[in-house]
């Protein structure tokens, strides 16, 4: 009997806000393991220069809402947070969401396949070969700690 090897690659994916946004990683208290108990505060940006030399998105700090939402999409405060937090299982959700999609929307071949798993703290695929060898990709998300090479993941 062949014993299925699947291969589990383990993928960050460092998050960058969208214009308009900041992130501040807030570490746990002393008391607490620092990196578990880590969350991301998003807070709205000025982008009133932006608007005025760019002219390609609106502030979401100086304009009503009522007129934000007909022109641009909703803030990542509307959509992927909590309050003022990252949501994780919304932002893996998302993230979910946007991998099925583009299974959708990448012709695939018939000797393979891509399947997007349930995970409420990150996003895992599995795809599988026509001989029914079958890789694992999990794709992490995390925020860099400042200016340096340190990232935390948010699972």
């Known amino acids: 009997m062949l014993m299925e090897k699947t291969f589990v690659y383990r993928l960050?994916?460092?998050?960058?806000?969208?214009?308009?946004?900041?992130?501040h990683l807030e570490l746990g208290t002393e008391g607490e393991?620092?990196?578990?108990n880590s969350r991301l505060?998003?807070?709205l940006a000025c982008m009133c220069i932006r608007e005025r030399k760019l002219g390609d998105m609106l502030c979401f700090?100086?304009?009503?809402?009522?007129?934000?939402?007909?022109?641009?999409e909703a803030s990542l405060l509307q959509t992927l947070c909590t309050g003022s937090y990252l949501d994780v299982q919304k932002t893996a959700f998302w993230l979910q969401e946007l991998m099925t999609a583009s299974s959708v929307a990448v012709l695939q071949s018939a000797a393979s396949k891509r399947t997007v798993l349930p995970s409420s703290r990150f996003c895992k695929l599995k795809m599988t070969n026509a001989f029914e060898a079958s890789l694992?990709?999990?794709?992490?998300?995390?925020?860099?700690?400042?200016?340096?090479?340190?990232?935390?993941?948010?699972?």
């Open 33 to 36: 393991m620092p990196l578990r």
């Open 12 to 23: 960050l994916v460092p998050l960058k806000p969208p214009p308009g946004h900041s992130f």
């Open 136 to 155: 694992s990709i999990e794709l992490i998300l995390a925020v860099q700690q400042g200016d340096s090479d340190t990232f935390v993941t948010m699972e």
């Open 41 to 43: 505060r998003v807070e």
């Open 61 to 72: 700090i100086h304009h009503p809402e009522d007129e934000l939402m007909g022109c641009q």
